[in-house]
């Protein structure tokens, strides 16, 4: 099974992604992110501005190229001194997990769930609860037909001169 490791870091409206091998150091994936924005923070910002396509990067595929040739082996000198490098600290990038994010969303749809279904109550007050609310809407039509039925069949027989009390 080939798992794959996605990082990421956004930086001036520009989102540096890279995809790694599942073996591949979180950390010296995050050091190479932060290289190549310092490369990018180089350049003019209205150059990085006018580019409106992914493939417009191009133009700056020797930088990445370079960069990206320092970070292939992560068993070189420059590398492990990075890994090891304040252990004792936490880089100062933010790293979320995917499973945070979904957890975040399923959060947001379900506090909009909630709060639609409290609008939802406060325009239903005449029930009072939304399960008597249900129960209404589905039985009323069928009661309505019931007594109209049992009225009917009442009226056609007091009509009715053969029967007798």
Not at 17 to 44: G, M, N, V, W
Not at 91 to 117: C, F, G, K, V, Y
Request: proline share 3%; glycine share 2%; hydrophobic share 45%.
């Amino acid at each position: 099974m080939f798992l794959t490791l996605l990082s990421y870091l956004v930086e001036n409206g520009i989102a540096f992604i890279t995809l790694c091998d599942s073996s591949y150091p979180r950390k010296l994936a995050f050091h190479y992110l932060q290289d190549l924005r310092k490369e990018f923070d180089k350049f003019d910002s209205s150059l990085i501005a006018k580019i409106t396509r992914p493939y417009s990067f191009v133009k700056f595929d020797s930088i990445i190229g370079n960069i990206r040739k320092q970070y292939i082996d992560t068993r070189t000198q420059a590398n492990l001194s990075k890994l090891n490098a304040n252990r004792q600290q936490d880089l100062d990038i933010p790293t979320q997990n995917l499973a945070e994010i979904l957890a975040r969303r399923r959060n947001s749809e379900m506090s909009e769930r909630s709060s639609m279904s409290t609008n939802q109550r406060a325009t239903s007050s005449i029930w009072g609860s939304p399960l008597l609310e249900v129960i209404a809407l589905k039985w009323t039509p069928i009661s309505i037909i019931l007594v109209v039925a049992i009225v009917s069949l009442w009226a056609t027989i007091i009509i009715t001169d053969s029967f007798v009390i």
